[in-house]
């Protein structure tokens, strides 16, 4: 085990020197540069604003530059934001963020698993097939559309919840099932497919055999085998659900590392971009090392290799 999280930390190294990399290169040889959408500035005043974002001469000594403070911990200083640090931004918006995509990953596995278990249960069934069609649902119609027909309904309609913003327990209703719902569905599915081909061994036969009531075989017993699979899913999904979230803040005006991420695009920040990819990136590769950890303590039949 040891081995196994020591090797993958490592490969995390050089990973992660690729993402960042990538994407500040290509922020940087973009056509344009982040004064660029502002007033005609003078060529001198435009100078000096690039040698104080570390923006001035080849964009391979910008990127030596740069990559030299990521080592130091520096994620330099945002071009759009003016005198903010991007670890500042980061660090007032990733717990936003995280807390958004904690609750959503809570309410996809409440949801999917208990709906995946039930067409299974129920499977060649019109409950089976009622189930996997609004698993299919949430699956198909994106964020974008959803987040406005739910806004429609429970803000605009009916007055249950506020449109948007962020500070109260209310606000982070809609947002946050906008943003579990294709999670949930796509836990469903791997939830009830999973659960047929357990069902299907002999280990669950001589349960039945055994007279042991359906709840329990199916509760304390099936479901727990066929949970392993769901793990390996869920720890990309959690980071997932994170990068998800762009879309999502950005329609509810939470101030969360989303919003922060799609104006650095937008406004060719290339400092605030590679801060960003950087966090997602490590979260993914942190959220798959936790992943193959905890299949590899619940199921003794893997091997680590």
């Not at 005043?45 to 923006?55: F, G, P, R, T």
């Not at 649902?137 to 429970?154: R, Y």
Request: hydrophobic share 55%; glycine share 6%; net charge positive.
């Amino acid at each position: 085990m040891t081995t196994l999280i020591t090797r993958r930390l490592l490969l995390a190294i050089p990973t992660l020197f690729i993402v960042v990399s990538l994407t500040f290169l290509l922020m940087r040889l973009a056509p344009g540069n982040p004064f660029s959408n502002e007033r005609k500035i003078p060529p001198e005043i435009l100078a000096e604003l690039e040698k104080q974002y570390n923006l001035n001469g080849s964009v391979s000594s910008q990127y030596f530059r740069y990559m030299g403070k990521v080592v130091r911990g520096d994620l330099s200083i945002s071009t759009q934001y003016r005198n903010r640090t991007v670890n500042d931004i980061l660090a007032q918006a990733l717990p936003v963020s995280m807390l958004l995509g904690g609750l959503a990953f809570l309410l996809a596995l409440f949801a999917g698993i208990p709906l995946g278990a039930f067409a299974a249960v129920r499977h060649n069934r019109a409950a089976d097939r009622v189930a996997m069609l609004v698993a299919l649902l949430g699956l198909s119609v994106p964020s974008f559309v959803l987040a406005p027909l739910l806004v429609m309904l429970f803000a605009v309609k009916w007055h249950w919840l506020p449109v948007a913003g962020w500070g109260s327990p209310d606000q982070i209703i809609l947002p946050a099932i906008c943003l579990a719902i294709p999670f949930a569905a796509a836990i469903a599915r791997l939830t009830r497919g999973s659960l047929l081909d357990v069902l299907k061994l002999d280990f669950i036969r001589t349960a039945r055999a055994k007279g042991l009531p359906e709840d329990a075989v199916l509760y304390r017993h099936a479901l727990k085998s066929a949970i392993l699979p769901l793990i390996s899913y869920c720890g990309p999904a959690l980071a997932g659900i994170l990068t998800g979230s762009l879309v999502i803040e950005t329609l509810f005006d939470i101030p969360g590392i989303g919003r922060f991420f799609v104006n650095s695009v937008l406004n060719r920040d290339p400092m605030m971009s590679a801060g960003v990819v950087l966090v997602f990136s490590a979260f993914l590769l942190f959220m798959n090392l936790v992943s193959d950890v905890l299949i590899c303590l619940l199921d003794r039949r893997v091997k680590i290799e």
